[in-house]
Nanobody, 121 residues
Framework: QVQLVESGGGLVQPGGSLRLSCAAS????????IGWFRQAPGKEREGVSC???????YIADSVKGRFTVSRDNAKNTVYLQMDSLKPEDTAVYYC???????????????WGQGTQVTVSS
C-alpha cells in the first residue's frame, strides 16, 4: 500500500523555521519525484517545490531563498526546510509523489494527509 506521511508542522513565530518530513511506505522514493504543495483557507493548492529522483530541485518564486528541499533515499524520506517564515506561509502543507516534477497539483497521483503550518506571533 502506497502511503506518504507528512510531519513537522506546527505553530512558529514570523522569522522562525520548521522542517517538514515526508516519509514514504509501500514504495521506494528512489524512482519518484516528490512535490510539496500548500493550501491556505479559501485559496487554491499551490506548488512550493519539487525534487526529482536524482536530486534536482525546483523552488517556487514565492519561497525561493527561504525554502529548500532535500531527500534521503536511505530513509525513504524527503524534507522541506522552511526558514524566515512569514504569516502568508500559513497553510496545510502536503507532499505528493509521481514521476515528473510539476507545480501543478493535478499532475500528482499519490498524496499525504497534510500537516498544518501556522506562522503567527
Amino acid at each position: 500500500q502506497v502511503q506518504l506521511v507528512e510531519s513537522g508542522g506546527g505553530l512558529v513565530q514570523p522569522g522562525g523555521s520548521l522542517r517538514l518530513s515526508c516519509a514514504a511506505s509501500g514504495f521506494r522514493l528512489n524512482y519518484h519525484v516528490i512535490g510539496w504543495f500548500r493550501q491556505a483557507p479559501g485559496k487554491e493548492r499551490e506548488g512550493v517545490s519539487c525534487i526529482s529522483s536524482v536530486g534536482t530541485t525546483y523552488i517556487a518564486d514565492s519561497v525561493k531563498g527561504r525554502f529548500t528541499v532535500s531527500r534521503d533515499n536511505a530513509k525513504n524520506t524527503v524534507y522541506l526546510q522552511m526558514d524566515s517564515l512569514k504569516p502568508e506561509d500559513t497553510a496545510v502543507y502536503y507532499c505528493a509523489a509521481d514521476l515528473i516534477c510539476s507545480y501543478s497539483w493535478t499532475d500528482f497521483g499519490s498524496w499525504g494527509q497534510g500537516t498544518q503550518v501556522t506562522v503567527s506571533s
